[in-house]
């Protein structure tokens, strides 16, 4: 089992559409988890930390369910302006707590 | 506010060849990080920093050195260019540890041939 694990997808979504992706993690320990988005040929840059409790960031949700060992991310109204790759990141959980594994990535596209 | 700055952008190397990426960063960060991204793959940890003077490797360290003399340069060398090195590159930083996000430079593209 990979460390971290997405769908890679695409997920084809339409405009205005809600969408909503997992991601899988095996380190029982792992203590930050966060949402990235990187656009095609660019560099990653982060869209939420995920917390114990669920966080909200405007039509951004990220939820963590550790019973489960898995975060989601929901989008809500999608904007074309989402299209992207969305990476999950979850560090190690181990003594070495500098090092962050990151899930290959689930793309979006969002259609007119 | 330039944030993380990789120098260059592209390169072309031939087999054998070595070359040094550069990055900087004006953040004050502790942390530095080198990471590989290839094509339809997440990013890899090459090699960190915690500070100037401190290095470690992280999950694909063969092939590559790294140093950091100071707060904001970490430098990326490659010895012995290898086709298996193509791939894009990305220095990060953060203030502390992983329980801060990282912010990224925009990469660069290097191609071995």
């Known amino acids: 089992r990979k460390e971290v694990e997405q769908d890679p997808g695409p997920f084809n979504v339409p405009e205005g559409a809600t969408v909503a992706f997992n991601c899988t993690y095996s380190n029982s320990a792992s203590q930050s988890f966060f949402w990235y988005r990187q656009d095609c040929r660019k560099e990653p840059k982060l869209l939420m930390s995920?917390?114990?409790?669920?966080n909200e960031d405007g039509r951004f949700t990220a939820q963590l369910n550790r019973a489960s060992q898995y975060i989601s991310l929901l989008i809500r109204d999608s904007k074309l302006s989402d299209s992207a790759t969305y990476l999950c990141?979850?560090?190690?959980?181990?003594?070495?707590?500098?090092?962050?594994?990151w899930g290959a990535g689930t793309k979006l596209i969002i259609k007119p | 506010n330039a944030g993380v700055t990789q120098t260059p952008k592209f390169r072309i190397l031939k087999i054998g060849q070595s070359m040094t990426l550069q990055c900087t960063q004006d953040?004050?960060?502790?942390?530095m990080y080198w990471y590989r991204q290839d094509p339809g793959m997440g990013l890899k940890l090459i090699y960190y920093?915690?500070?100037?003077?401190?290095?470690d490797k992280g999950e694909v360290p063969n092939g590559y050195n790294v140093s950091r003399s100071t707060t904001e340069d970490f430098p990326l060398r490659l010895e012995l260019a290898a086709p298996s090195q193509t791939s894009v590159y990305f220095c990060?930083?953060?203030?502390?540890?992983?329980?801060?996000?990282?912010?990224f430079g925009d990469g660069t593209r290097l191609s071995i041939l």
């Open positions: 995920v917390y114990s409790s669920g």
């Open positions: 990060a930083s953060s203030r502390t540890g992983n329980y801060q996000p990282q912010h």
């Open positions: 990141v979850v560090n190690t959980g181990m003594d070495s707590n500098y090092q962050l594994i």
């Open positions: 920093s915690v500070g100037a003077g401190i290095t």
């Open positions: 953040m004050n960060h502790n942390y």
